[in-house]
C-alpha cells in the first residue's frame, strides 16, 4: 500500500525553480512529521526542509508548505545551483511511535 507519492521533480537550469508535491494517506498525514529529503551520489540522505526545520544549504531558497486540506506537503525551490540536484524523497515520522514512511523519490537534475 503506498503511503507517500511524490511529484513535480524534473530538469532545470541553474537559477531556476520547481514545486515538488507529495501527497500522504490522511492517516499518516495527521499524525506524523514531514519533511523533505534529498541524497546526492556518494553522500547519506538529509533532512532539506520540514515542519520543523530547514536545512542551512537550502535556506531563503527552499520553502516548505502543506495544504492539510489535501494531505499534502509541498518544496518550492528557487534559485536552484548544480549541487542541488539529487533524488528528494518525502518523508513522514509518526509522532507517537517514530515510525518512518517514504516516499518513492523525484530526481532533480539542476544544469550548469
Known amino acids: 500500500q503506498v503511503q507517500l ?3 513535480g521533480g ?4 541553474a537559477g531556476g525553480s520547481l514545486r515538488l508535491s ?15 529529503y534529498r541524497q546526492t551520489p556518494g553522500k547519506r540522505r538529509e533532512m532539506i526542509a520540514g515542519n520543523l526545520a530547514t536545512a542551512n544549504s ?4 527552499f ?3 502543506s495544504d492539510n486540506a489535501k494531505n499534502t506537503i509541498y518544496l518550492q ?14 518523508n513522514a515520522r ?4 517514530g515510525r ?3 516516499g518513492q523519490g523525484t530526481q532533480v537534475t539542476v544544469s550548469s
Do not use: H
Open 100 to 102: 518512518e514512511y517514504w
Open 77 to 90: 525551490m528557487n534559485s536552484l545551483k548544480p549541487e542541488d540536484t539529487g533524488v528528494y524523497y518525502c
Open 5 to 7: 507519492v511524490e511529484s
Open 94 to 97: 509518526e509522532v507517537g511511535s
Open 63 to 65: 520553502i516548505f508548505s
Open 22 to 36: 507529495c501527497v500522504a494517506s490522511a492517516r499518516i498525514f495527521s499524525d506524523s512529521a514531514m519533511a523533505w
Open 10 to 13: 524534473g530538469l532545470v537550469q
Open 58 to 61: 537550502v535556506r531563503g531558497r
